[in-house]
């Protein structure tokens, strides 16, 4: 007999889960697939896409591998239900295709929310239980009455994320309570739309869908989504809900007075009501519980999580995990975290505020002199200054509901960790309840398809089910001190507001003036982009997520344009080309009046007519440092290979004298092979270019000392990856690897001479990866000749490929490579990822880091007409000769 197994998708902003689901034994199995969000141009980098597709496509994918990893057949499948952050919007036009879609962080409605909070603040705070911001269904769709009124025209109907994956689940589109009541748009004490607030609002009453409870039965699982899932069709599809309202039914609380705290990426503080409850400052946010006839009353810590790993980050740049690294350091700090005080993504939660979040880290080297425990202590500051943060606004939510809660739980990532839960407990001075399973939001969707599937009779009983397993967390024998810290941490918050405020208001003058730029493109502009370089598919996925893309590698057609005509009628249409190969020379850029940027996939744009593009008013952008990443390994491999003298210990095995057990001959092979560490040996750097700073940072993890000698980089620049800047000489000097990573320039050229090997220590070992131009050849098969030098690796020589009776090649001491430096598979992901960045920040209005004409931008309009040249500069450029990949 099969299983009985419920499926659960969880929308978040970063991610995407699927949960697979046993009522007898619990979670199944959680696979998870990532994402991010692009800003929407057009939207001074308030607004952002919600990539529907790409989601679908990634939930199919975890979907399926949830399936093999718990080894279910399709039948064991009974309900699915999915969830979602709340605060989405999704518009579909009458074909139900999606034509506008954001996720939560959307704020393009801005100037939108501040007028209608101004006129009508309170009035719709009593009916929406929200305070109007820009991250509402209601203000977005007043935003595009204003600025894209065809688009809006368009819709036929709004949903919220989750709302839109029933509808691919099932095929019917519904809007499920919990959501529609995050929108502005919904009477919280009839349960229904409110029909008054949206005519007030000059919106379409048919744009929002019929209202149903979460649990409810929607429909049934299509055979087109069947087959994407790995799943029969016919399986029951219910509505799921809001992701915080799903994550208090996942942690079982369905009981008026209960206190749900989800601690994931934001922090919402939430308590159960048996009816509808607002504040009479509209400070606090009031809303639909899941279980039809509940409400709730929440206070928001707002982006606790997304701090946390932003600081941990910083903190621990190199680890794989920062967040755990900052857990694991914490605990070595001691309560107070040695005098260290955090309100770093703390909020005391006032839905009328819109502005920047800031917080302060406030220390003394008086208080905390040892700088070597420091991390330690700003890890747990901010941990405890969290916890003081959950209990300032549960604080703020019980003075709203006068409820005494009979239980407080907490759920979401940060419930993981034993240390933040417990110094919860002590913070709040009452015992905390910790599920065992911390995707709670999953775990409520879970149950939503469970009610709708008939394995529960309804939500409550799926959430009775879940709400004896976890343990409890009490205060401990520091909590009384934990009193006295958050006293003082709650004055300090309150003392700090005023500046608080006006700092805010100086960094969102600065952040709308940073995003602010000419030629930004209108925010419903995707450029068509032809691409023949080598790109990997991340690459063509960010690039996809900005424009619409036509991949043609030259590698796989084969195909290279020398320019002119075969090139115009390739690119005709086109806005942005993304080339390695091609010849763009002005006949070719005379001929493509749409085209408006081109990216040079190469260190050097020698085949774009750079002249002739700046005369079009055309950007071009290169990719410096493409396969910086490949030739920095190959350096740091070279030093090894020399100090270890791994060359001739290979060879040593494969000599025919060589017998199985011929102990003399290891001890001879002990003797003759003993290598060096780069442990404390000093490595002199000539040029720390994007090759040269990349070896740098990867030395210091081998306990190395980096030297380098650069006219262009400055002392500090050095300093900051960990090396020390000194002349040439000194370099040469103290050195016991040299390695070149210098411009072929007149200035350079035979720079490594007999006079400069000479300078060189007894016994060091010299490294060329960058031109064979910059090295005496002669001179430096005498310096080895002469056991100056212990060795030396060469990728590049004078006549390449050099002969097998070469001087240099021929040498034991030598290890030669035929110019594979920059060789590698992943030079497509690089130059991808320099690229995509490129093209981002022109849509954005910003030019671009690697703009070789900045010139072009002047005047420049993505949807404009190009600059014209004038006859005198037609003339000119039409006389100069096409640009070539020799040239």
């Given at each position: 007999?099969?299983?009985?197994?419920?499926?659960?998708?969880?929308?978040?902003?970063?991610?995407?889960?699927?949960?697979?689901?046993?009522?007898?034994?619990?979670v199944?199995?959680?696979?998870?697939?990532?994402w991010?969000?692009?800003?929407?141009?057009?939207?001074?980098?308030?607004?952002?896409?919600?990539?529907?597709?790409?989601?679908?496509?990634?939930?199919?994918?975890?979907?399926?591998?949830?399936?093999?990893?718990?080894?279910?057949?399709?039948?064991?499948?009974?309900?699915?239900?999915?969830?979602?952050?709340?605060?989405?919007?999704?518009?579909?036009?009458?074909?139900?295709?999606?034509?506008?879609?954001t996720?939560?962080?959307?704020?393009?409605?801005?100037?939108?929310?501040?007028?209608?909070?101004?006129?009508?603040?309170?009035?719709?705070?009593?009916?929406?239980?929200?305070?109007?911001?820009?991250?509402?269904?209601?203000?977005?769709?007043?935003?595009?009455?204003?600025?894209?009124?065809?688009?809006?025209?368009?819709?036929?109907?709004?949903?919220?994320?989750?709302?839109?994956?029933?509808?691919?689940?099932?095929?019917?589109?519904?809007?499920?309570r919990?959501?529609?009541?995050?929108?502005?748009?919904?009477?919280?004490?009839?349960r229904?739309?409110?029909?008054?607030?949206?005519s007030?609002?000059?919106?379409?009453?048919?744009?929002?869908?019929?209202?149903?409870?979460?649990?409810?039965?929607?429909?049934?699982?299509?055979?087109?989504?069947?087959?994407?899932?790995?799943?029969?069709?016919?399986?029951?599809?219910?509505?799921?809900?809001?992701?915080?309202?799903?994550?208090l039914?996942?942690?079982?609380?369905?009981?008026?007075?209960?206190?749900?705290?989800?601690?994931?990426?934001?922090?919402?503080?939430?308590?159960?009501?048996?009816?509808?409850?607002?504040?009479?400052?509209?400070?606090?946010?009031s809303?639909?519980?899941?279980v039809?006839?509940?409400?709730?009353?929440?206070?928001?810590?707002?982006?606790?999580?997304?701090?946390?790993?932003?600081?941990?980050r910083?903190?621990?740049?190199e680890?794989?995990?920062?967040?755990?690294?900052?857990?694991?350091?914490?605990?070595?700090?001691?309560?107070?975290?040695?005098?260290?005080?955090?309100?770093?993504?703390?909020?005391?939660?006032?839905?009328?505020?819109?502005?920047?979040?800031?917080?302060?880290?406030?220390?003394?080297?008086?208080?905390?002199?040892?700088?070597?425990?420091?991390?330690s202590?700003?890890?747990?500051?901010?941990?405890?200054g969290?916890?003081?943060?959950?209990?300032a606004n549960?604080?703020?939510?019980?003075?709203?509901?006068?409820?005494?809660?009979?239980?407080?739980?907490?759920?979401?990532g940060?419930?993981r960790?034993?240390?933040?839960?417990?110094?919860?407990?002590?913070?709040?001075?009452?015992?905390?309840?910790?599920?065992?399973?911390?995707?709670?939001?999953s775990?409520?969707?879970?149950?939503?398809?469970?009610?709708?599937?008939g394995?529960?009779?309804?939500?409550?009983?799926?959430?009775?089910?879940?709400?004896?397993?976890?343990?409890?967390?009490?205060?401990?024998?520091?909590?009384?001190r934990?009193?006295?810290?958050?006293?003082?941490?709650?004055?300090?918050?309150?003392?700090?507001?005023?500046?608080?405020?006006?700092?805010?208001?100086?960094?969102?003058?600065?952040?709308?003036?940073?995003?602010?730029?000419?030629?930004?493109?209108?925010?419903d502009?995707?450029?068509?982009?032809?691409?023949?370089?080598?790109?990997?598919?991340?690459?063509?996925?960010?690039?996809?997520?900005?424009?619409?893309?036509?991949?043609?590698?030259?590698?796989?057609?084969?195909?290279?344009?020398?320019?002119?005509?075969?090139?115009?009628?390739?690119?005709?249409?086109?806005?942005?080309?993304?080339?390695?190969?091609?010849?763009?020379?002005?006949e070719?850029?005379?001929?493509?009046?749409?085209?408006?940027m081109?990216?040079?996939?190469?260190?050097?744009?020698?085949?774009?007519?750079?002249?002739?593009?700046?005369?079009?008013?055309?950007?071009?952008?290169?990719?410096?440092?493409?396969?910086?990443?490949?030739?920095?390994?190959?350096?740091?491999?070279?030093?090894?290979?020399?100090?270890?003298?791994?060359?001739?210990?290979?060879?040593?095995?494969?000599?025919?004298?060589?017998?199985?057990?011929?102990?003399?001959?290891?001890?001879?092979?002990?003797?003759?092979?003993?290598?060096?560490?780069?442990?404390?040996?000093?490595?002199?750097?000539?040029?720390?270019?994007?090759?040269?700073?990349?070896?740098?940072?990867?030395?210091?993890?081998?306990?190395?000392?980096?030297?380098?000698?650069?006219?262009?980089?400055?002392?500090?620049?050095?300093?900051?990856?960990?090396?020390?800047?000194?002349?040439?000489e000194?370099l040469?000097?103290?050195?016991?690897?040299?390695?070149?990573h210098?411009?072929?320039?007149?200035?350079?050229?035979?720079?490594?001479?007999?006079?400069?090997?000479?300078c060189?220590?007894?016994?060091?070992?010299?490294?060329?990866?960058?031109?064979?131009?910059?090295?005496?050849?002669?001179?430096?098969?005498e310096?080895?000749?002469?056991?100056?030098?212990?060795?030396?690796?060469?990728?590049?020589?004078?006549?390449?490929?050099?002969?097998?009776?070469?001087?240099?090649?021929?040498?034991?001491?030598?290890?030669?490579?035929?110019?594979?430096?920059?060789?590698?598979?992943?030079?497509?992901?690089?130059?991808g990822?320099?690229?995509?960045q490129?093209?981002?920040?022109?849509?954005?209005?910003?030019?671009?880091?690697?703009?070789?004409?900045?010139?072009?931008?002047?005047?420049?309009?993505?949807?404009?007409?190009?600059?014209?040249?004038?006859?005198?500069?037609?003339?000119?450029?039409?006389?100069?000769?096409?640009?070539?990949?020799?040239?």
């Amino acid at each position: 007999m099969g299983r009985s197994l419920m499926m659960a998708f969880d929308l978040g902003g970063g991610s995407g889960r699927c949960m697979l689901f046993d009522p007898e034994k619990g979670v199944v199995c959680v696979t998870r697939r990532a994402w991010t969000h692009p800003v929407a141009p057009g939207t001074a980098n308030l607004g952002f896409d919600l990539q529907l597709g790409k989601i679908w496509e990634a939930m199919g994918e975890a979907a399926r591998q949830a399936m093999g990893e718990a080894g279910a057949s399709p039948g064991d499948v009974v309900g699915l239900a999915a969830c979602s952050m709340r605060n989405t919007t999704v518009l579909l036009d009458g074909a139900g295709e999606v034509i506008f879609a954001t996720p939560n962080q959307d704020a393009r409605a801005l100037g939108n929310s501040l007028v209608l909070a101004g006129e009508r603040g309170m009035e719709i705070y009593e009916t929406g239980g929200h305070w109007p911001s820009p991250l509402f269904t209601g203000t977005r769709l007043l935003w595009l009455r204003d600025n894209q009124p065809g688009l809006l025209e368009r819709a036929d109907k709004v949903a919220s994320l989750s709302d839109w994956m029933g509808m691919r689940l099932c095929g019917e589109l519904f809007a499920e309570r919990s959501q529609a009541g995050e929108t502005l748009l919904f009477d919280h004490r009839s349960r229904e739309w409110s029909h008054g607030l949206i005519s007030s609002l000059v919106l379409d009453q048919d744009l929002f869908p019929p209202l149903v409870d979460a649990g409810e039965r929607i429909g049934s699982l299509t055979p087109e989504a069947a087959d994407h899932l790995g799943l029969a069709p016919g399986t029951p599809v219910a509505a799921g809900g809001a992701d915080t309202q799903c994550g208090l039914l996942g942690m079982g609380c369905v009981e008026v007075s209960e206190v749900g705290v989800n601690a994931g990426t934001s922090m919402p503080v939430q308590q159960v009501t048996g009816s509808y409850v607002t504040d009479s400052e509209g400070r606090l946010w009031s809303g639909q519980h899941v279980v039809p006839g509940l409400y709730v009353v929440e206070s928001n810590g707002l982006i606790t999580g997304t701090v946390l790993e932003w600081f941990a980050r910083f903190l621990y740049p190199e680890s794989p995990d920062p967040v755990a690294a900052l857990f694991a350091e914490a605990a070595a700090s001691e309560p107070g975290a040695g005098g260290v005080y955090s309100t770093l993504g703390a909020r005391l939660f006032d839905a009328r505020v819109t502005g920047v979040l800031l917080g302060n880290i406030t220390m003394s080297h008086m208080v905390t002199p040892d700088a070597s425990s420091l991390r330690s202590h700003l890890g747990r500051a901010l941990l405890e200054g969290l916890a003081c943060s959950a209990r300032a606004n549960l604080e703020q939510v019980l003075k709203a509901t006068g409820l005494e809660p009979s239980r407080v739980t907490v759920g979401g990532g940060m419930s993981r960790s034993v240390l933040w839960t417990g110094i919860l407990a002590d913070v709040v001075g009452r015992s905390v309840w910790v599920p065992h399973d911390r995707e709670v939001a999953s775990l409520g969707a879970a149950v939503c398809a469970g009610a709708g599937a008939g394995v529960f009779r309804d939500l409550r009983e799926g959430a009775r089910a879940l709400a004896n397993l976890g343990e409890e967390r009490e205060p401990g024998e520091e909590s009384e001190r934990y009193q006295g810290l958050y006293a003082g941490w709650r004055e300090a918050l309150e003392l700090r507001a005023e500046c608080d405020g006006h700092m805010a208001n100086l960094m969102a003058v600065a952040m709308l003036g940073r995003s602010a730029g000419a030629g930004e493109a209108p925010a419903d502009f995707r450029p068509r982009i032809l691409v023949t370089a080598s790109m990997d598919e991340a690459a063509l996925e960010e690039l996809r997520a900005m424009g619409e893309v036509t991949f043609r590698p030259w590698r796989e057609t084969r195909m290279v344009y020398d320019g002119g005509e075969r090139l115009v009628e390739a690119l005709r249409g086109f806005d942005v080309f993304v080339t390695e190969m091609d010849i763009v020379d002005f006949e070719a850029l005379r001929g493509l009046p749409d085209l408006k940027m081109i990216i040079c996939c190469r260190v050097n744009a020698v085949n774009v007519d750079l002249e002739a593009a700046t005369a079009y008013g055309v950007p071009v952008a290169n990719t410096p440092g493409r396969n910086a990443d490949a030739v920095a390994d190959l350096v740091v491999a070279y030093m090894i290979m020399l100090a270890r003298k791994l060359p001739q210990a290979s060879s040593f095995l494969k000599q025919e004298e060589v017998a199985e057990g011929d102990m003399a001959r290891m001890g001879e092979a002990y003797l003759a092979f003993q290598g060096k560490e780069l442990w404390r040996k000093t490595v002199g750097l000539v040029g720390l270019g994007s090759v040269g700073s990349k070896v740098a940072r990867r030395l210091l993890s081998f306990g190395a000392r980096v030297l380098y000698h650069d006219p262009a980089v400055d002392a500090g620049k050095g300093a900051a990856l960990g090396a020390e800047k000194v002349s040439f000489e000194e370099l040469l000097e103290r050195s016991d690897f040299v390695s070149l990573h210098a411009p072929a320039v007149k200035a350079t050229e035979g720079m490594m001479d007999a006079r400069a090997f000479s300078c060189m220590k007894d016994g060091a070992f010299f490294i060329n990866t960058a031109r064979a131009s910059l090295v005496d050849h002669e001179a430096l098969a005498e310096a080895l000749e002469s056991g100056k030098l212990a060795g030396a690796a060469l990728d590049v020589f004078p006549i390449e490929p050099p002969g097998s009776d070469d001087r240099l090649v021929r040498r034991e001491d030598v290890i030669a490579t035929p110019h594979i430096g920059g060789d590698t598979v992943e030079i497509g992901a690089h130059q991808g990822q320099i690229a995509a960045q490129q093209l981002r920040d022109l849509l954005s209005g910003r030019a671009p880091e690697h703009l070789l004409n900045p010139e072009a931008l002047e005047g420049f309009e993505w949807t404009g007409p190009r600059r014209e040249p004038s006859r005198e500069e037609l003339e000119r450029l039409a006389a100069n000769p096409k640009p070539s990949m020799t040239s």
